[in-house]
């Protein structure tokens, strides 16, 4: 891993956290977890002998970030536990190359058949665990940390909060009920997640406790310039071809969502393979089309090589784009959310506008 101190920074550890922690800091829900959900997971934990931490196909900063985190942490306490998602082979975005812990990543053939306890990160449906899908079901304990509105409620134990603007978040309340202090390292994977998903603290979901959160991390040492420049301003010549296909295909819809504008394009599979640019490397390229002021919402379909479209959405304030993806068998968050489908480029889109105007 580079070093992500500021220049001449000691590595520090900040031990003003407690172990029992005061009440959130960041605003709960009336779904959020419970205290008595929170001391439950800590007894799980303290029992467990094998402990599986598993994140979503095709993970980001979020979802890998809070099970590197949860990893280090535990590590810490004595465990040995296994991190994993359910790609085959298992990617991890360059972009996210710089996370500490990666060492603690195995296939997904490497999770017991029956883990004894599994924790899922960043996970809002069964699906999207992949290969791990089949495993997380046999678990003999299923723990289930998120923060996505449109979580299907599965999983023996649920510590689920859609007030949450990242599962970081959660993360963070985990590590100082079980007492470990934030060092450099999981402080990184904590704030990898957090940027993520508040997209760098400009999303409506940010609060004044994520940047209490976000000082607290930063006061680690850690090079939170380094982590977002990976994060978004680092990008190979091959995706800058795909990127501007992409914009040469955007296409403006001023009628779509009541008024409101839809911007949309899409990546053929034939692009990456042309340009050799992976999947993971083109999810940001949504955030350069939604900037168009034209439209409320933006999406952009990317296509499997089996030929399914993988859709990602995303909508400035006035279109609850999880509710539209719902429709759609897909979910997420009011802002961001997205879903599959095995129609064509021209019928998906149709399907999506149709939803945009089902009233809700």
């Known amino acids: 891993m580079s070093d992500l101190r500021p220049a001449g920074a000691p590595a520090t550890t900040v031990t003003g956290a407690p172990a029992v922690p005061s009440p959130r800091s960041e605003p709960t829900g009336p779904l959020g977890p419970t205290e008595q959900d929170w001391q439950r997971l800590v007894a799980l934990i303290g029992a467990a002998d094998s402990i599986d931490l598993v994140c979503h196909v095709l993970p980001d900063g979020d979802a890998l970030g809070s099970a590197l985190a949860a990893g280090l942490a535990l590590r810490s306490l004595g465990h040995a536990p296994r991190v994993s998602f359910g790609d085959d082979p298992q990617v991890v975005p360059a972009s996210l190359g710089h996370l500490p812990g990666l060492e603690l990543l195995v296939p997904a053939r490497e999770v017991p058949a029956v883990p004894e306890l599994m924790i899922t990160f960043d996970v809002a449906d069964?699906?999207?665990?992949?290969?791990?899908?089949?495993?997380?079901?046999?678990?003999?304990?299923?723990?289930?940390?998120?923060?996505?509105?449109?979580?299907?409620?599965?999983?023996?134990?649920?510590?689920?909060?859609?007030?949450?603007p990242a599962t970081a978040v959660l993360v963070d309340e985990l590590l100082r009920r079980l007492g470990v202090p934030l060092d450099l390292p999981i402080a990184t994977c904590l704030y990898t997640g957090v940027a993520t998903d508040t997209g760098s603290f400009r999303y409506a979901a940010t609060t004044p406790a994520t940047h209490e959160l976000a000082a607290r991390l930063l006061a680690t040492g850690l090079r939170h310039d380094l982590i977002s420049r990976r994060l978004w301003d680092t990008q190979s010549f091959g995706y800058l071809k795909v990127l501007a296909a992409a914009l040469d295909r955007a296409e403006l819809d001023r009628s779509a969502a009541g008024g409101l504008g839809l911007v949309w394009t899409w990546v053929p599979c034939a692009d990456l393979l042309l340009h050799g640019v992976l999947p993971e490397e083109i999810e940001g390229l949504i955030d350069v089309v939604r900037k168009a002021a034209e439209a409320e919402v933006v999406l952009v379909l990317k296509e499997d090589p089996d030929g399914s479209l993988r859709g990602s959405s995303r909508a400035k304030g006035a279109v609850d784009v999880a509710a539209v993806c719902a429709l759609l068998g897909g979910g997420g968050h009011a802002y961001a959310a997205g879903f599959s489908s095995h129609d064509g480029v021209t019928a998906t889109v149709a399907r999506f506008r149709a939803a945009l105007d089902t009233p809700r």
């Open 126 to 164: 069964p699906a999207r665990l992949g290969l791990l899908r089949p495993k997380a079901e046999a678990a003999l304990e299923l723990v289930v940390i998120d923060h996505h509105t449109s979580n299907s409620g599965f999983g023996t134990h649920r510590l689920i909060d859609p007030v949450a």
